[in-house]
């Protein structure tokens, strides 16, 4: 979590919303990204789908990594994570009603997509 923080401390001073995100797969960190959406002007851009574009860049697989975030993943984030079979998703904050978890839009772990597969385990670092 360290490094999300550091990361995402990169992202505030280059008028992005504070957020870092590392993919970790055995123990090392295989991708990791902070927010870029305003700096590309794409908003898809966010850093857990950057951590995860740098960890494909490298030829790493996601499958079964832990994706970590200072900030709940969004729906977009999630679904990209999903897609990817992260097997774990660590966060410190939640982001609201945008957010993967968010009972009304549950794309983190709800087992009602039957092409994915098993939802990630979540864990709140630090409680809620």
Request: hydrophobic share 40%; proline share 3%.
């Amino acid at each position: 979590m360290d490094r999300c923080l550091e990361l995402a401390m990169v992202a505030m001073l280059e008028g992005e919303s504070p957020v870092g995100s590392v993919v970790v797969n055995n123990g090392r960190i295989i991708g990791e990204g902070c927010e870029k959406s305003r700096q590309l002007k794409d908003v898809t851009r966010h850093a857990e789908v950057v951590a995860i574009l740098d960890a494909l860049q490298k030829n790493e697989s996601c499958e079964g990594a832990i994706l970590y975030s200072n900030v709940e993943p969004c729906i977009l984030c999630s679904y990209v994570l999903r897609h990817h079979k992260i097997a774990k998703v660590v966060f410190s904050k939640y982001c609201g009603e945008l957010g993967g978890t968010n009972e009304e839009f549950n794309i983190i772990t709800t087992d009602k997509i039957t092409k994915w597969a098993e939802p990630p385990a979540i864990i709140v670092y630090g409680g809620k």
